[in-house]
């Protein structure tokens, strides 16, 4: 839901490409397929999962969390 309403919120600009960092393969499988299915017009790059040394996926919401937390 979040990423079809940024989708219709850029639809002005049309933007050739989306990238997306492939935390999980089926979250990418489900927005490929939403992007087709509701025609979109945008296509999709699945990027590498950048990972902190403890092994934690790079993330911006990990930004908030603190030592204890994460």
């Keep these: 839901m ?3 309403k940024l989708f219709n919120i850029v639809r002005i600009v049309r933007p050739d490409l989306a ?8 979250q990418t499988l489900v927005i490929e397929k939403m992007v087709r299915d509701l025609d979109l017009g945008s296509g999709i790059v699945v990027c590498s999962t950048i990972r902190q040394t403890d092994g934690l996926a790079t993330s911006s919401r990990n930004a908030r969390l ?3 937390q994460m």
């Design 66 to 68: 603190t030592a204890e």
């Design 19 to 26: 990238y997306f960092g492939q935390k999980g393969g089926q």
């Design 2 to 4: 979040v990423v079809a």
